[in-house]
């Protein structure tokens, strides 16, 4: 196991509402990143948080917002969903700024289902 | 052209079988290239970085070819355990992200 935890496990919204996911880093760790992985696909890299400031964003709208912590865990925030923002929702925890360059280690993911 | 791409699968191999994953990558500027594992419903596990020379890790030999911008994972002896799907991922040295290809499914049949 890599120590990261990520919650809740499961979660079924409906379109228009907000969701909070959270993710507690490995022990160690000061970097998460957030990636979302949709059916058939490979994860795509939404943000990542260093040292609790937005350290670089993927391709994602304004909607999707973030949080780091003292502590390093992190929250994912998405508000207004879509039906399309139905995915796993993964979070990875390095040491440094992790731009491949340090191991990402990913936590098991919170599946959000938007109905 | 997709930044990362892979062989699109599914794979379906007997048990003791040698299969070969291929993957191409858009970005010449690219420094760091891994293999990770995700099972059914999992999250995805580093499985092995890959070096220039090439390297190998038990069963499981990585390539880099950087002037054609392609990697490969050959598995050997394949066993009913490494069923999963294989993830090709690839970054850029300095401020960005690893990127991910679909991933590509194998099938160890008994």
């Known amino acids: 196991e890599t120590g990261v935890t990520q919650s809740p496990t499961h979660l079924i919204k409906t379109r228009g509402q907000q969701v909070t996911l959270r993710c507690s880093s490995q022990s160690g760790h000061n970097t998460v990143s957030w990636y979302q992985q949709a059916l058939g696909q490979g994860p795509q890299f939404i943000f990542q948080?260093?040292?609790?400031?937005?350290?670089g964003r993927g391709n994602f709208p304004p909607r999707f917002s973030g949080l780091q912590f003292p502590n390093y865990s992190s929250e994912l925030n998405v508000n207004a969903l879509e039906l399309d923002d139905s995915a796993l929702y993964l979070c990875?925890?390095?040491?440094?700024?992790?731009?491949?360059?340090?191991?990402?280690?990913f936590g098991p993911g919170t599946r959000l289902t938007v109905l | 052209r997709k930044e990362v791409e892979q062989d699109p699968g599914p794979f379906n191999v007997p048990e003791g079988a040698t299969v070969a994953f291929n993957c191409t990558y858009s970005n010449s500027a690219s420094q760091s290239f891994f293999w990770y594992r995700q099972d059914c419903r999992k999250e995805p596990k580093l499985l092995m970085s890959v070096y220039s020379s090439g390297n190998e890790d038990g069963r499981f030999t990585a390539q880099l070819n950087r002037a054609s911008q392609y990697i490969s994972l050959l598995i050997r002896d394949s066993k009913l355990s490494d069923s999963a799907t294989y993830l090709c991922v690839v970054s850029v040295s300095g401020n960005t992200p690893l990127v991910f290809g679909k991933g590509t499914r194998l099938s160890v049949i008994a």
């Open positions: 948080y260093y040292r609790e400031e937005e350290n």
């Open positions: 990875a925890s390095s040491y440094g700024t992790g731009w491949g360059m340090d191991t990402q280690y």
